[in-house]
């Protein structure tokens, strides 16, 4: 008899076999562990599909998953709940950072794990990492032959990287893809969202998936296993403050796929599996928070590269600047100066946080970039919002605001007034002697702030991804409390990455296209199971 693992129910027989230590893990996953375990659980009703293999998730990782079952024999479902497909890998970068020698790989992904992975998956992923461009070969990507490519920490550098990317974005890299899971014939349902996993209270298997699709409950069976590709949960609040930065709701968003909001981590969790890396993610930088919130993805960067010799400053609510405004934010592992929390007075004392430049600075762009981030992002790549350069539209929003004066900005935006104005007295005092005493900015970076009206712009954080999720193990398989394998499910991408501490720009693509590959293949190779 198969049973269905909710993400609000879970099975007693399988919770036990699994554990105390998934009560920790259902809990962190926004589920009561005492309401899962008394939910009684329903038998399917039916099969509206049947597969081999059902791929979560139509990323770069679960196409390559789809691709690599369906060549090894298998029938296969993409399940994909965004009405278009993608996921983050489709509004990456694209690039891929590939180390060029097995043995300085594990070198260099040991000292960036910090101990999160153990020795046999450093092998792994060494091995499938130095394996990407057999892979591009291999499914018929063109490539241009690799170039260097620097490291992040270049203190750690050993592992002697190149580089390969899709021009000019990730985007390019998923059409690819998307073309050859066509080629093959393979089955995608798009505005198709898992809901949960169907297991066998007997074995633990898992054989399918209860998915919601047009309106309308189904069930897919899954003969051989299920891969979840549905990337990490960067668009989900509740979980976001349960691992990082309560109480921050509104001003963190986005930069990828807004679809990716746990659902790999609730299902997996249910069915028993161990979380990893949950605390790890990537910033991408500063954005727009108004049109942020509005779209429910970052847009507008605002980047210091753009503002050299410019009179702007980042202040808090008290009006005092808090970091550096040069400060590289994108991949940092340090803790972001505007998310420093103040123990006396319990808040968050930089956020909110606000972009003051004066009429100067704003007629030259300052560090707004209207298009957001580049070639990619989610809002640039599907056309979320044109931003454009109605200067007067961006105000009438409320998104810009403008004064004659510093004391009437400040009450607009409800920044302290004295504080505001000693700031930038003091800022100003800065660029005449070019000496930043507060923050050491660079004195080519500064420019006086005094010609009226001025400006202020609410500041969000943009989030690139999050790295946690269900523990797997060189094969994609995914593991319980005590690394054991959950019978038939398999995860690959920036869902339970590789990436616990230290993250090499350039990896998550990678990693999505050859853990896919595995997982796919692994999957397929599994016998069908019997009822």
Known sequence: MNKIIDNKEINRRTFLKRTVAGIGAIGMAGLGAAEAMTVNLQQVPKWDHISDVVVIGYGAAGAN????AHDAGAK????????????NSGVCFGAMAIPNGIPEAIDYYRKLSFGTVDEDMLQGFAEAMVGVY???????????????????????????????????????????????VRKRGIKAMLKTSAQSLVQSCETGDIVGVKAESEGKEIYIKARRGVVLSCGGYENNPEMFGYYNFPGLRDFIFPLGNPGNTGDGLKMASAAGSYL?????????????????????????????RLAQGHGYIYVNKYGKRFMRET???????????????????????????????????????????????????????????????????????????????IADLAGKVKVDSKGLEETINR????????????????????????????YALEMGLALVNTQGGPKHNKYGQVLDPYDKPIPRLYAAGELGSFFGF??????????????????????ASEKPFKE
């Not at 499914?139 to 690799?146: S, Y």
Request: proline share 6%.
């Open 65 to 68: 998953a789809a691709i690599a």
């Open 76 to 87: 296969i479902i993409i399940l994909e709940k965004m009405p278009m497909a993608g996921g």
């Open 134 to 180: 057999d892979l591009l070969d291999k499914l018929g990507a063109q490539h241009k032959p690799p170039i260097k490519w620097h490291s992040t920490f270049p203190a750690l550098q050993k592992a002697n990287l190149s580089t390969f990317r899709f021009n000019p974005s990730g985007k390019d890299g998923f059409e690819f893809l998307s073309g050859l």
């Open 276 to 304: 990893w890396h949950t605390a790890s993610l990537q910033w991408a930088g500063f954005c727009a928070k108004e049109p942020s919130k509005k779209f429910g993805v970052a847009i507008g960067a605002i980047s210091p």
């Open 327 to 405: 400060n590289t934010v994108p991949h940092t592992k340090n803790t972001l100066s505007i998310l420093y929390f103040d123990h006396e007075h319990t808040e968050y004392s930089n956020v909110p946080a606000y972009l003051i430049l004066d009429e100067k600075t704003y007629q030259m762009g300052g560090p707004i970039r209207r298009e957001g981030f580049g070639q990619f992002g989610y809002a640039n790549v599907h056309n979320i919002y044109d931003w454009n350069n109605d200067k007067n539209m961006d105000m009438e929003k409320g998104w810009i605001i403008k004064a004659n004066t």
């Open 427 to 454: 800022f100003n005092s800065y660029c005449i002697t070019g000496k930043d005493l507060a923050f050491n900015r660079n004195s080519d970076s500064m420019a006086p702030i005094e010609k009226p009206p001025y």
């Open 502 to 523: 230290l993250y090499q720009e350039g990896s998550n693509y990678p990693e999505a296209w050859v853990f896919g590959h595995i997982a796919g293949k692994r999957a």
